[in-house]
Nanobody, 129 residues
Framework: QVQLVESGGGLAQAGGSQRLSCAASGSTFSSYTMAWFRQAPGQEREFVSA????????LSADFAKGRFIISRDNAKNTAYLQMNSLKPEDTAVYFCAGALRPYLVHGDGAQSVASYDSWGQGTQVTVSS
């Protein structure tokens, strides 16, 4: 497993942007599919986006398409989530997750919490209207 640490959350205004970062420990980062999930109060954790180990392939939830961009820099062992056109309903704790399956985005399960065995502690994103 890799150790994951998120950063970059905080308060944003509706229509604004924010970039989250997820720093990973270990030397096998490129072997991991990385993903972002979010969880609002009283809600289940939901899938946002995932990116393959190479960074070539991505998968996003419908609400994220056109607004959120997932990326990674394997040289820096870091994954990112660029969030644009933020809405109040994007308010949640955002979690970074990793799965030791570099091609997970091409198969079933990439959107499932159960597919990921490494998790960060989460970072709060609050969008005000």
């Amino acid at each position: 497993q890799v150790q994951l640490v998120e950063s970059g959350g905080g308060l944003a205004q509706a229509g604004g942007s924010q970039r989250l970062s997820c720093a990973a420990s270990g030397s096998t980062f490129s072997s991991y599919t990385m993903a972002w999930f979010r969880q609002a109060p009283g809600q289940e954790r939901e899938f946002v986006s995932a990116i393959s180990g190479s960074g070539i392939s991505t998968l996003s939830a419908d609400f994220a398409k056109g607004r959120f961009i997932i990326s990674r820099d394997n040289a820096k062992n870091t994954a990112y989530l660029q969030m644009n056109s933020l809405k109040p309903e994007d308010t949640a704790v955002y979690f970074c997750a990793g799965a030791l399956r570099p091609y997970l985005v091409h198969g079933d399960g990439a959107q499932s919490v159960a597919s990921y065995d490494s998790w960060g502690q989460g970072t709060q994103v609050t969008v005000s209207s």
